[in-house]
């Protein structure tokens, strides 16, 4: 591993189960926390009407930056220096996490200029710097489909915002033990539990019901590996026991928790969930220079997508008809077959998310924002790229 990704696990900082190797567990933790989760595409009119209206209202809000802590929201807070008066970076250099906020895409980066973890919000043709969090790293960020309400899990505890990640609080929970966490996070289109938290440690479940986080009795996950929104259902994968994953099932619900149902992964071995807007992707490897991929649409069952050469230590699913893998080459894998690309990435480099708004997808590589408009056939910083 790089220098960069032991720095990523070192901020983690989780208690790890003694029969599991902590670099091991921290590395499947991490790559959980950033393939995610429901890649939910923009473009809905009226809405983004609704917050063009709101930016043209309270300009002066959206543009603040916040270089403390996350503090709650005020009224009316006060303007700090921007970046371009700074000499601050003017875009994401490190991006970690994409999201989408209606028409707009968020990205938070790690940028050496503050030593910590900045909100960025992109509109196809400018960065603009929402906010600064004291910690490094934001383990995950999740947006609810309005493109106001989000949560950022950031340094064990949980932060929320109603105007679109300008302001931030500390989420309250309720039933929380003592001690330090580490939160997976998924936003929903559900407007009774818009957002649900999974501590990754024990397994606790919270649902936000709009004001706090309230607890969840669900006894059956133990702790968890990821958890992610496809459709209009919600995903939790157990951490797997020993080597590989080949004990563990990922437990599926749709009714806010009530049931649960199973869904087996395709085969034996490590494997991992590629979430995309309403489906979800499995690798199974044939042995180390071939691998097969299946995607479930209904989350009960699956089928062949397709199947891939070479050697894989990447993969991210782009959209439900998508994936791009990267390993000695770069593939793209579609319903038409596998295609070779470029994206320009080095040899070193390792793609933590993707998102789509309209037709442009957005990959998140640890470094500058690419984009393409092409369907991820070709790929161009985010600044070349306009939608």
């Given at each position: 591993?790089?220098?960069?990704e032991?720095?990523?696990r070192?901020?983690?900082?989780?208690?790890?189960?003694?029969?599991?190797p902590?670099?091991?567990?921290?590395?499947?933790?991490?790559?959980?926390?950033?393939?995610?989760?429901?890649?939910?595409?923009?473009?809905?009119?009226?809405?983004?009407?609704?917050?063009?209206?709101?930016?043209?209202?309270?300009?002066?809000?959206?543009?603040?930056r916040?270089?403390?802590?996350?503090?709650?929201?005020?009224?009316?807070?006060?303007?700090?220096?921007?970046?371009?008066?700074?000499?601050?970076?003017?875009?994401?250099?490190?991006?970690?996490?994409?999201?989408v906020?209606?028409d707009?895409?968020?990205?938070?980066?790690?940028?050496?200029?503050?030593?910590?973890?900045?909100?960025?919000?992109?509109d196809?043709?400018?960065?603009?710097?929402?906010?600064?969090f004291?910690?490094?790293?934001?383990?995950?960020?999740?947006?609810?489909?309005?493109?106001?309400?989000?949560?950022?899990?950031?340094?064990?505890?949980?932060?929320?915002?109603?105007?679109?990640?300008?302001?931030?609080?500390q989420?309250?929970?309720?039933?929380e033990?003592?001690?330090?966490?580490?939160?997976?996070?998924?936003?929903?289109g559900d407007?009774?539990?818009?957002?649900w938290?999974?501590?990754a440690?024990t397994?606790a479940m919270w649902?936000?019901?709009?004001?706090?986080?309230?607890?969840?009795?669900?006894?059956?996950?133990?702790a968890?590996?990821d958890?992610?929104?496809?459709?209009?259902?919600?995903v939790?994968?157990?951490?797997?026991?020993?080597?590989?994953?080949?004990?563990?099932?990922?437990?599926?619900?749709?009714?806010?928790?009530?049931?649960?149902?199973?869904?087996?992964?395709?085969?034996?071995?490590?494997?991992?969930?590629m979430?995309a807007?309403?489906a979800?992707?499995?690798?199974?490897?044939?042995?180390?220079?071939?691998?097969?991929?299946?995607?479930?649409?209904d989350?009960?069952?699956?089928?062949?997508?397709?199947?891939?050469?070479?050697?894989?230590?990447d993969?991210v699913?782009?959209?439900?008809?998508?994936?791009?893998?990267?390993?000695d080459?770069?593939?793209?894998?579609?319903?038409?077959?596998?295609?070779?690309?470029d994206t320009?990435?080095?040899?070193?480099?390792?793609?933590?998310?993707?998102?789509?708004?309209?037709?442009?997808?957005?990959?998140?590589?640890?470094?500058?924002?690419?984009?393409?408009?092409?369907?991820?056939?070709?790929?161009?910083?985010?600044?070349?790229?306009?939608?």
């Amino acid at each position: 591993m790089n220098q960069f990704e032991d720095e990523v696990r070192h901020a983690i900082d989780l208690d790890i189960a003694a029969e599991q190797p902590a670099q091991q567990m921290l590395a499947e933790v991490r790559r959980g926390a950033q393939r995610r989760r429901a890649r939910r595409t923009a473009g809905v009119v009226g809405a983004a009407a609704v917050l063009v209206a709101a930016v043209a209202v309270g300009g002066s809000l959206l543009s603040t930056r916040d270089d403390s802590a996350p503090e709650p929201a005020t009224p009316a807070p006060s303007p700090t220096e921007s970046s371009s008066t700074t000499g601050d970076p003017v875009r994401p250099t490190h991006a970690l996490t994409v999201e989408v906020a209606l028409d707009r895409v968020l990205v938070t980066s790690k940028e050496e200029d503050c030593g910590c973890s900045v909100l960025w919000r992109y509109d196809g043709e400018t960065w603009e710097r929402l906010h600064d969090f004291t910690e490094e790293y934001v383990d995950r960020l999740a947006m609810a489909p309005d493109g106001r309400s989000g949560w950022a899990a950031v340094g064990g505890r949980i932060w929320t915002t109603g105007d679109g990640g300008v302001t931030w609080q500390q989420a309250t929970m309720t039933g929380e033990d003592p001690g330090e966490h580490s939160y997976l996070l998924a936003a929903t289109g559900d407007p009774t539990w818009p957002a649900w938290a999974v501590d990754a440690t024990t397994g606790a479940m919270w649902r936000f019901d709009g004001d706090r986080f309230a607890s969840v009795s669900y006894d059956e996950i133990g702790a968890a590996q990821d958890l992610i929104q496809v459709g209009d259902a919600l995903v939790v994968t157990p951490r797997p026991e020993g080597e590989g994953n080949v004990t563990s099932v990922p437990k599926v619900t749709r009714d806010g928790g009530r049931t649960w149902s199973e869904l087996p992964f395709p085969c034996s071995g490590e494997n991992s969930l590629m979430p995309a807007g309403t489906a979800v992707f499995s690798l199974c490897r044939a042995d180390e220079a071939a691998a097969t991929v299946y995607r479930s649409t209904d989350l009960s069952s699956w089928q062949e997508f397709g199947s891939v050469q070479g050697h894989l230590n990447d993969r991210v699913a782009l959209t439900d008809d998508a994936i791009l893998l990267r390993g000695d080459r770069e593939t793209l894998l579609t319903e038409a077959g596998a295609q070779k690309i470029d994206t320009g990435l080095g040899e070193g480099a390792e793609v933590w998310d993707a998102a789509r708004v309209g037709d442009t997808l957005y990959l998140a590589p640890g470094g500058e924002v690419l984009a393409s408009t092409d369907g991820g056939r070709t790929w161009e910083p985010s600044l070349s790229v306009q939608q």
